[in-house]
């Protein structure tokens, strides 16, 4: 086999696992980046080196730090990579539905989350997460929004870089269930049988 079909087959391969763990069939983010993608994506990542003190300030306050990224990874155009039913299934086959949480001070949906990490965020989870969500710098860079590009660019280096349950997997994991329950839930009516 050449190279070129060699290179074309890891495209499909990488094409198919990209919808297997995210949202993305059907969207451009389903395929890897072309040549002229990647080197935009370089680009702003060279852009936001620049920018080193404002990205160690927004580390100093952890909590506020994840409450952003919470907050930028809830923008719709982060839809495609909600994590897919098959790795939402996945969870509720190990571990069971999520609890129903009527008290903020309650740690067991938090605790929930962590478990359900657990279950599928392997280190090719995370790591097409990460890639898949830096595709998305370019846009932020042009249009100014440094201090959101950073953010992501810290959720991706710590999603690969260490087993945490960063905000980037954390909402794309919350997004994800609630997709799920919205289309899968059964209409009450057929079961009510009206």
């Known amino acids: 086999m050449g190279k070129q079909s060699r290179a074309k087959r890891e495209r499909r391969a ?65 839809a495609p990579l909600h994590f897919s039913d098959e790795l939402i299934e996945m969870i509720l086959d190990e571990i069971g539905e999520p609890p129903v949480v009527e008290d903020d001070h309650d740690p067991s949906f938090t605790n929930y989350l962590l478990r359900a990490l657990g279950v599928v965020a392997s280190s090719r989870v995370r790591r097409a997460m990460a890639e898949q969500a830096r595709r998305f710098l370019p846009q ?31 909402q794309m994991l919350v997004s994800g269930l609630a997709r799920y329950y919205e289309e899968h839930e059964p209409d009450e009516a057929v079961m009510s049988g009206e």
């Open 14 to 78: 990488h094409a198919t696992y990209l919808a297997t763990v995210s949202n993305c069939a059907g969207t451009w983010l389903e395929r890897p980046p072309d040549a002229d993608e990647q080197a935009k994506i370089d680009s702003a990542g060279r852009i936001l080196r620049r920018f080193r003190m404002q990205a160690l300030q927004l580390g100093a306050d952890q909590d506020a730090f994840n409450r952003f990224s919470l907050e930028v990874f809830r923008d719709e155009r982060f």
């Open 140 to 170: 932020y860079v042009a249009a100014g929004q440094y201090k959101e590009a950073l953010t992501i660019e810290h959720n991706c280096y710590m999603t690969v870089m260490s087993d945490a349950a960063t905000p980037l997997l954390v």
